[in-house]
């Protein structure tokens, strides 16, 4: 018997023009990224897994640990959270998604599972239990995707997913996602591969586990302060980052490039003849131009501070799309 996850990606190798690792189109790109911007784009995230939070003390419990007004979260939407160390660093950024009796925390493997580690050795007493969830987490991204969603009817599904409003559209975690997919195609969701996506990403300047979000970066580095209540009290490394809020500032900022030149991961970006930053994500838009965003130093963040590679390359600093 096959599971979940390998019926979907036996329908989507069926359906997508691009390489098995990430499925980079279904195909055209551009069509699928002008999709995520005026219409509505449909994505699976073969690298996110979700979690199961449950019993009588998960909003209390999840408030005390997760930088976000947990007890906010409505049934049936989700926001954006952080879990910190001790020292206020970033450790994994969640969509936390909230049901009648349950919460849902959706993150980038492997930094979600080692979060998820963390928050259960916190339970003690607690009546809270963290179990992963089984389902393929899917995303529909566009200013239609709400739309599309309650003309679905997903809730007619035999397996009917989980959805969550949320920021950029909807985020659903299946059981049964081919049924899913099939569903929200033949309604008009565009299926989209990982290169319309990265390119949304980048622009957008959104950190992401694994790229900009290493275990060693506080929220304001990350310009990640709106996943922070800076009003509810004490969560991990609350005094670090609340110290920084109101009586410093970090010595680095990230920061949306755009090159007219390639650009790699890693690439140092330097001003006046010194090192002042490094690219975290890049990809690549049309002919030689790159869109790409990294860490900046404070000093040379704002928009339109010209900045060099060490391979000359020419590196702007822009605003975040939107």
């Avoid at 499925?23 to 995230?45: I, K, Q, S, T």
């Avoid at 910190?84 to 660093?89: A, F, I, Q, S, T």
Wanted: aromatic share 4%.
């Amino acid at each position: 018997m096959t599971s979940a996850a390998d019926d979907l990606m036996g329908f989507l190798s069926a359906s997508a023009h691009g390489d098995e690792a990430g499925f980079r189109c279904f195909g055209n790109a551009a069509d699928e990224y002008r999709a995520l911007r005026e219409r509505v784009g449909m994505l699976w995230h073969s690298e996110q897994r979700a979690y199961r939070v449950s019993g009588t003390e998960r909003a209390d419990f999840l408030h005390r640990l997760l930088t976000a007004d947990i007890k906010g979260i409505t049934a049936g939407t989700c926001s954006t959270c952080l879990l910190l160390d001790n020292k206020g660093r970033a450790q994994v950024v969640l969509e936390l998604g909230a049901l009648t009796d349950e919460l849902v925390a959706v993150g980038r493997a492997p930094q979600v599972d080692a979060g998820m580690e963390t928050l259960s050795r916190y339970v003690l007493r607690s009546d809270v239990q963290i179990a992963p969830l089984e389902g393929v987490v899917l995303s529909l991204v566009g200013p239609k995707a709400e739309e599309l969603v309650r003309g679905a009817r997903l809730a007619a599904l035999e397996q009917p997913p989980m959805v969550f409003r949320s920021a950029r559209g909807c985020l659903l975690v299946a059981d049964a996602p081919v049924a899913v997919w099939e569903r929200m195609t033949a309604a008009g969701a565009v299926p989209v591969g990982r290169d319309a996506a990265e390119r949304l990403r980048v622009e957008a300047r959104q950190a992401r586990s694994g790229n900009e979000i290493t275990g060693t970066e506080f929220p304001q580095e990350l310009r990640l302060e709106a996943a922070v209540d800076f009003d509810k009290g004490c969560y991990l490394g609350q005094e670090t980052v609340a110290r920084i809020h109101y009586r410093g500032q970090v010595n680095r900022l990230l920061c949306a490039l755009r090159c007219d030149g390639g650009l790699q991961v890693g690439d140092t970006l330097r001003a006046g003849g010194e090192d002042v930053g490094e690219v975290t994500s890049t990809i690549n838009v049309a002919g030689s131009e790159a869109v790409a965003m990294g860490f900046v130093a404070r000093e040379q963040s704002d928009v339109g501070t010209t900045l060099t590679t060490s391979a000359n390359a020419r590196v702007t600093v822009v605003e975040a799309a939107p």
